[in-house]
């Protein structure tokens, strides 16, 4: 693992915030399997299980909000990281609903004090994560490509469209690519992703979670929009993306400090319905209802991104078909619920096997 993205993050100190969070244990994990010197910055593990927890890592565990700019000082001058992913969030749509202050602070204004504390410690590189969700969806057949404006109908997916034209802001305003090495010694990019799934994760009102949970139990899963069609994808594919980003911004690769897509082929947007057949062919006992509520609150039904540029000036391509990673992402729960195994490692150490049998160029030696 440690020869993965040119060995760049072996014996790095990388910051992660919202390393207790679905995908930011994802990326501890494979950090920490990559040698690099990890420092987690979050809120406690907001489900219980938690993938975190399960997996027992050896890393620096700060248990801190995003929002509290003192600590987040404290914690960046102790420990001194010279990449930071920012993952930290407030992650769900219906609950932005509910908390839309909550909602905002968490998404703009952390993301605003992540940004200072970077800019203050001298920070080398940002990889910020916002959501395929901060353009302005027109529920176009076609994807989103990185110039396309931010937009957001709902509280969520309107913090994620802030949070992106902030990342601009500072961008231009501390950490401009034309200024580099001059001004200031820091690249900032943003990262845009679909609909990921994999084991591991518990949050409340996700299609895959719903579905594992409830056949876990014995119980029909309520599904609510059965036609909404996502780019579904594994969470070491957009990992894979965010970490290729960061060995560019760690060389001093200045034309990386941009905005990047990250999404599955085309064949890996389907219909939630669709996802819940492709997911019974690996676990035949899940049963599921469609429960359509008059009075549902908005969400997307269609929304794909434009991966062309990534696929062009990044080489990255996504490892796994879709049926990979239903069964990849089936087998985990089924695994772990029925022999209290673990399979992320097995998974990961997979991911990497079938991304060199493409020749893709973060996983060469």
């Given amino acids: 693992m440690q020869n993965l993205f040119g060995g760049i993050y072996h014996g790095q100190t990388v910051l992660v915030t919202g390393h207790t969070g679905f995908k930011g244990s994802w990326l501890a994990l494979w950090l ?23 997996l027992n890592l050896n890393i620096t565990s700060v248990i801190g909000d995003i929002r509290d700019l003192d600590k987040l000082n404290k914690t960046f001058q102790t420990y001194q990281p010279e990449i930071v992913f920012h993952l930290a969030a407030q992650p769900l749509v219906r609950l932005s609903y509910e908390n839309p202050i909550e909602t905002y602070e968490t998404n703009v204004i952390g993301t605003l004090k992540v940004f200072e504390a970077c800019r ?41 469209g802030c949070a992106d034209l902030l990342a601009n802001s500072y961008r231009s305003s501390y950490f401009n690519p034309a200024e580099y090495k001059k001004s200031h010694h820091t690249l900032l990019a943003s990262c845009r992703a679909g609909n990921v799934i994999g084991g ?11 579905i594992m949970l409830s056949v876990s139990q014995g119980k029909k899963v309520s599904i609510r929009n059965p036609h909404a069609t996502r780019p579904w994808q594994h969470v070491l594919e957009p990992l894979s993306g965010y970490l290729a980003i960061g060995q560019k911004l760690l060389e001093e690769k200045r034309e990386f400090a941009e905005a990047w897509n990250f999404g599955p082929s085309d064949e890996g947007s389907i219909t939630v319905e669709e996802v819940v057949n492709h997911v019974k062919k690996h676990w035949n006992t899940i049963d599921y209802e469609i429960n359509r509520d008059p009075h549902q609150l908005h969400e997307a039904n269609l929304l794909k991104l434009d991966c062309s540029k990534v696929h062009i000036r990044l080489k990255w391509k996504d490892v796994w078909d879709s049926e990979t990673t239903f069964e990849k992402t089936v087998m985990w729960y089924k695994n772990f619920y029925a022999n209290k195994t673990i399979d992320t490692i097995n998974n990961l150490k997979q991911y990497v096997a079938d991304a060199k049998k493409k020749n893709l160029e973060w996983s060469v030696s």
Avoid: F
Avoid at 124 to 143: L, P
Avoid at 200 to 210: C, F, H, P, S
């Fill in 200 to 210: 591991g994760d518990w949050a409340k009102d996700r299609l895959m979670t719903d």
């Fill in 32 to 54: 920490n399997q990559m040698g690099a010197n990890v420092i987690g910055y979050s809120l406690k593990a907001p489900t219980e299980p938690n993938h975190l927890d399960l």
């Fill in 120 to 160: 203050a410690h001298n920070v080398k590189a940002i990889v910020n994560i916002t959501s395929d969700k901060a353009y302005e969806n027109r529920e176009w057949v076609w994807g989103y490509r990185e110039n396309d404006p931010m937009g957001g109908y709902d509280p969520y997916s309107s913090s994620k």
